[in-house]
């Protein structure tokens, strides 16, 4: 499983800790977001929840770990874009239940709030628990069934009421997008002009060369 660890600033010490409780588990881990305070450009949660969905969107990855102080502001930033099933993962048994009855693709972690002496051992626990089994399993197991058409039905509803990512792409403001696709891990990662996607290619590339202009 491909993953990307998309942090924001104001929860940026805490990179080393996820990326180290990621470690040892089969995982395609890379890094999309900031790794040290000071990093240019600076991203908040409005950035990074545009960077992860981009990072979905394009095929890039399967699964992306982020988060803030609470998590609820990553969460919420990230929820707006389509493509996007978040959960707001605070401990062990929450990933138990994310990863098996809603199988999502976005972890949203609170990296200051509630964190604490062995924070670090919780994050551990609660990432076993997340890729402990296959995802969409269904918990209790009589519930799988309609809990996988529930899904599907979610899907349904977020292909209805989006746009496409490429449209997103053209209607964000350059506070946005420019920071996002500017910072030098997300840029690598998520390498515009080899995406398969010809119309987010062609819409991204417009804006970075937009950028360039301006």
Known sequence: MRIAV????????????????????????????????????????????FISALLLAAGRVDMVIGGCGTGQGYMNSVMQYPGV?????L??????????????????LALNQGWGWAGEVNLAMLFDQLFRAEQGSGFPAHRAEPQAASRANLQVVNDATHRSMAEVVVRLPDEIVLPALTHPAASALLDVDSMDDAV???????????????
């Open 91 to 108: 401990t062990p048994l929450d990933a138990f239940l994310f990863a098996r009855i809603n199988a999502g693709n976005v972890v949203s």
């Open 6 to 49: 998309v942090n924001e600033t104001s929860a940026v010490e805490k990179h080393p800790f996820i990326m180290s409780a990621l470690e040892g588990r089969g995982l395609d881990v890379a890094n999309a977001g900031m790794a040290e305070p000071g990093e240019e450009p600076e991203l908040q949660y409005i950035h990074t929840g």
């Open 200 to 214: 987010l290619r062609s819409a991204l590339q417009a804006r970075l060369l937009k950028g360039a202009l301006t």
């Open 85 to 89: 099933s978040c959960g707001h993962l």
